[in-house]
């Protein structure tokens, strides 16, 4: 599938699955940090498109919100992706970049060296 349509359709499923999230993590949350990465990402050596699947899927199950969960956002992702055909390597790239948001989330990760596009989502609001 072109990665364009992929894109649409994650933005669609995104905002139909968060269309009754709080605020913090609502629709305009997820579209604030989507504009963000790709404004990094223009000046990062990445795969543009599995930042913009990573950043709009980053918290499509919060684990806040799933009794502590953290294997539920990730599984989320893949499911949804899986169902569109999207290659496995993007899948696992996309897992990746979830897994390093709910680390920096959750405080597990305590490298502050890492590269600004790891960095992003905490400079969102």
């Known amino acids: 599938m072109d990665q364009e349509i992929v894109i649409q359709k994650t933005i669609d499923f995104v905002k139909e699955t968060l269309s009754d999230a709080e605020g913090g993590h609502d629709w305009w949350h997820i579209y604030r940090v989507w504009k963000l990465s790709k404004r990094i ?3 990062e050596n990445v795969d543009n498109f599995v930042v913009e699947l990573g950043a709009l899927l980053h918290d499509i199950a919060d684990s806040k919100f799933y009794d502590g969960d ?10 949804f992706l899986s169902s569109l055909d999207v290659a496995e390597e ?7 970049l979830y897994l390093i948001f709910l680390s920096r989330a959750t405080n597990t990760l305590k490298n502050s060296n890492l590269p600004s596009l790891m960095l992003f989502k905490m400079q969102i609001d």
């Open 41 to 43: 990402a223009e000046a």
């Open 70 to 79: 953290e294997e539920i956002g990730p599984y989320k992702a893949r499911e």
């Open 90 to 96: 993007v899948i696992i790239h996309v897992k990746k």
